[in-house]
């Protein structure tokens, strides 16, 4: 039997934070791939790390996902489904995971050209969905989430090997400066962080609430921030945001009456599966980390 062992590009969760350069492409297609984003879009999302939309969904189109959104949160059964996750002060539904399986209306959102089509070009392969969620942050203290790379917890806990993943964030309601919007450090996604503190057993219970372990320390985010600056995203409800798996973002707690609910769609490409984790005990539940690895279809 032959043993490939995978080399870790990305050390993370030892003892000491460590800051090493990127080692992989930000955009993987060939210049000039057709596709939905212009070359001057991902020549700015190649440098920034992100590309915001003002639309990708039209309005008269958003009705349809806010009502699955409420549909799916006041059902009783997701709320007792382990997909879901309260916040720890009010109890209200924070987010439902893996909507993307629960949900037909979110299952035909990920299929549409105007957003796998997207992470298809900027992946350059065939995509399947590591992971979906509905970010509900309904106001009046909602919790936010705070600085982090998610590429540092999908290498540590779920195993994905190389930067080869994208996020979409998509607005259900409107995004103002005011209700906890998205915040990226615009060209962070060029380092890699890696913090310190091993992952402790079971994490997702607690990390997906309030985010401990593979959280920068205090001097790494100054120092971040002193050379990326700090971008706030807005927008109406069917813009979106795309941003790479590395970026350094977070986004406030939500004290306004307004909710900012978004769906949160993660392609990762075919090309870069998920094996085992690179710095936690045990793999995640499939409903955060998946390992049906079909492409998009
Ligand atoms: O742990 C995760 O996979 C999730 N946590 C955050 C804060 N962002 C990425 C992802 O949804
Ligand atoms: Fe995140």
């Not at 219970?205 to 401990?212: G, I, T, V």
């Not at 609910?261 to 094996?275: D, G, L, P, R």
Request: hydrophobic share 40%; glycine share 8%; charged share 20%.
């Amino acid at each position: 039997m032959t043993m490939t062992t995978i080399t870790d590009l990305y050390p993370t969760r030892g003892t000491a934070e460590v800051a090493v350069p990127r080692q992989d492409p930000v955009v993987w297609s060939a210049p000039g791939t057709p596709g939905p984003f212009s070359a001057a879009d991902l020549q700015a999302f190649d440098r920034d790390g992100f590309f915001a939309l003002d639309q990708i969904i039209a309005e008269d189109e958003v009705p349809v996902y806010r009502e699955e959104l409420e549909r799916l949160v006041t059902d009783p059964a997701i709320r007792a489904d382990e997909r879901s996750i309260v916040e720890a002060k009010s109890q209200e539904i924070r987010s439902v995971f893996e909507v993307h399986r629960i949900s037909e209306v979110f299952a035909a959102l990920v299929r549409d050209e105007r957003v796998v089509g997207r992470a298809r070009q900027i992946l350059g392969s065939d995509v399947y969905v590591h992971q979906s969620r509905i970010n509900v942050k309904p106001g009046f203290g909602a919790s936010g989430f705070y600085w982090h790379s998610d590429f540092e917890t999908w290498h540590a806990e779920d195993g994905l090997p190389n930067m080869r993943t994208v996020s979409v964030s998509i607005a259900l309601t409107e995004n103002y400066d005011t209700n906890g919007g998205l915040m990226i450090m615009p060209g962070s996604h060029r380092t890699f962080l890696g913090c310190a503190g091993a992952t402790p057993k079971d994490n997702y219970k607690q990390s997906l609430q309030m985010q401990d372990a593979g959280t920068p320390s205090d001097e790494a985010l100054t120092s971040l921030a002193g050379q990326y600056g700090i971008k706030l995203f807005t927008g109406r409800a069917g813009s979106a945001t795309w941003f790479d798996c590395n970026c350094m973002h977070g986004s406030g707690d939500n004290i306004t009456p307004f909710p900012r609910s978004n769906v949160f769609i993660v392609f990762n490409s075919v090309e870069n599966t998920a094996v085992e984790p690179f710095a936690a005990p045990i793999r995640r539940p499939t409903f955060i980390g998946a390992r049906d690895f079909a492409p998009v279809r």
